[in-house]
């Protein structure tokens, strides 16, 4: 028989039971400045960042319930006040519950390649999601995005930088050591253990 689905509210919540725009401070029960990890995975970044900076109210989005779930039985654990996770489409929630401009920074680590040609057109960032991006990030705020996957960079890149509302800024160094705390999230785990170089990218938000 399969274990029942334990109930992670508030720390998980599905994206079709919010109505309407979503009002922050009644969201993480204080008015400290909001970020996102969108494609957060299992939440290893989520979940450090939330641990690490509870000035800030960190905010998962993943599409896949599963992984999103234990990003937020990590947080729930600890009953963080400061970490939440909202299962459904990133974009969706852009687009119809986020007050625009209302988020300090909207952070893409390792969203999917989709390798083959036919299924590019699944990528993540395209035009409308850099318009969404732009929609929800404050002025003064960033966006960062990391990647192994060159190509995919310069298209995140380029899709950026010819932003008329972003300008390209120089990311942080990326952390040098084996310390499991030097890796930013699951996939740079994986793919920096396996040898691959990582792309990163940091926008202001004019
Ligand atoms: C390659 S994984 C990277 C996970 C994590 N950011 C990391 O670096 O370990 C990409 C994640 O993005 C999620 N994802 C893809 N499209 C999404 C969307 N439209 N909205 C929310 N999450 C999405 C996938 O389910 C997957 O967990």
Same mark, same amino acid.
């Given at each position: 028989? =399969?274990?029942?689905?334990?109930?992670?509210?508030?720390?998980?919540?599905?994206?079709?039971? $919010?109505?309407?725009?979503?009002?922050?401070?009644?969201?993480?029960? /204080?008015?400290?400045?909001?970020?996102?990890?969108?494609?957060?995975?299992? *939440?290893?970044?989520?979940?450090?960042?939330?641990?690490?900076?509870?000035? $800030?109210?960190?905010?998962?989005?993943?599409?896949?319930?599963?992984?999103?779930?234990? *990003?937020?039985?990590? $947080?729930?654990?600890?009953?963080?006040? /400061?970490?939440?996770?909202?299962? *459904?489409?990133?974009?969706?929630?852009?687009?119809?519950?986020?007050?625009?401009?209302?988020?300090?920074?909207?952070?893409?680590?390792?969203?999917? =390649?989709?390798?083959?040609?036919?299924?590019?057109?699944?990528?993540?960032?395209?035009?409308?999601?850099?318009?969404?991006?732009?929609?929800?990030?404050?002025?003064?705020?960033?966006?960062?995005?990391?990647?192994?996957?060159?190509?995919?960079?310069?298209?995140?890149?380029?899709?950026? /930088? /010819?932003?008329?509302?972003?300008?390209?800024?120089? =990311?942080?160094?990326?952390?040098?050591?084996?310390?499991?705390?030097?890796?930013?999230? *699951?996939?740079?785990?994986?793919?920096?253990?396996?040898?691959?170089?990582?792309?990163?990218?940091?926008?202001?938000?004019?």
């Amino acid at each position: 028989m =399969p274990a029942p689905i334990v109930d992670l509210h508030p720390y998980f919540v599905a994206l079709d039971e $919010i109505e309407g725009v979503i009002d922050w401070t009644t969201f993480f029960g /204080n008015d400290h400045p909001v970020e996102m990890d969108i494609g957060c995975g299992r *939440g290893k970044f989520l979940f450090e960042s939330t641990v690490a900076h509870p000035e $800030i109210n960190w905010l998962g989005v993943e599409l896949d319930y599963s992984e999103g779930r234990r *990003g937020a039985t990590r $947080i729930s654990k600890r009953a963080l006040p /400061n970490g939440r996770v909202i299962g *459904g489409d990133a974009k969706d929630l852009l687009t119809k519950h986020i007050e625009p401009h209302s988020v300090q920074a909207a952070r893409v680590y390792f969203p999917d =390649p989709w390798w083959k040609t036919k299924h590019k057109k699944r990528r993540l960032f395209t035009d409308e999601f850099a318009d969404l991006l732009a929609r929800v990030v404050m002025h003064g705020g960033h966006v960062h995005s990391w990647t192994d996957v060159e190509d995919y960079f310069t298209v995140i890149s380029a899709l950026m /930088n /010819n932003h008329a509302e972003f300008e390209p800024r120089i =990311p942080p160094p990326e952390p040098e050591g084996k310390d499991d705390l030097d890796y930013l999230t *699951g996939f740079h785990r994986r793919r920096k253990l396996a040898g691959c170089n990582i792309y990163r990218g940091l926008w202001l938000r004019k």
